[in-house]
């Protein structure tokens, strides 16, 4: 068994998200990191895509579910980034962080949240 932390770090996306009146109003900037826990049966593995996980994949599919709807929570986002990373066996435990740099203008805010697959 070998195992491997994949990460996309800092994708910067336009969505909508926030319940404040400012925040429904137009997209703002918010930043995703993810980091997935991976196993594979073995390590070397053929020096292909398919031998791992795609973040091309992940990437795509954040950037469709940030442009698909508005959402309220942040916490909600995390969980769905969450749900489409564990949709890949391979992936036993998932860790995704959400930032709204730009609501403040002292501060950001975000969260973060780490969900791993029945049986670890």
Not at 88 to 111: E, H, M, N, Q, T
Request: aromatic share 8%; with cysteine; proline share 7%.
């Amino acid at each position: 068994m070998a195992e491997f932390t994949t990460r996309l770090e800092g994708l910067s996306l336009p969505m909508r998200i926030g319940i404040h009146p400012a925040e429904r109003a137009a997209p703002q900037r918010v930043i995703v990191s993810v980091w997935l826990d991976c196993r594979y049966p073995t390590a070397p593995f053929p020096d292909e895509i398919d031998a791992v996980v795609d973040y091309d994949f992940l990437r795509r599919e954040i950037m469709a579910l940030a442009d698909s709807r508005h959402f309220n929570l942040q916490e909600t986002f995390c969980e769905a980034i969450a749900a489409l990373a564990l949709a890949d066996d391979r992936v036993w435990r998932v860790r995704v962080s959400s930032l709204k740099p730009d609501i403040y203008p002292d501060a950001a805010v975000g969260c973060d949240i780490v969900r791993e697959r029945a049986g670890g």
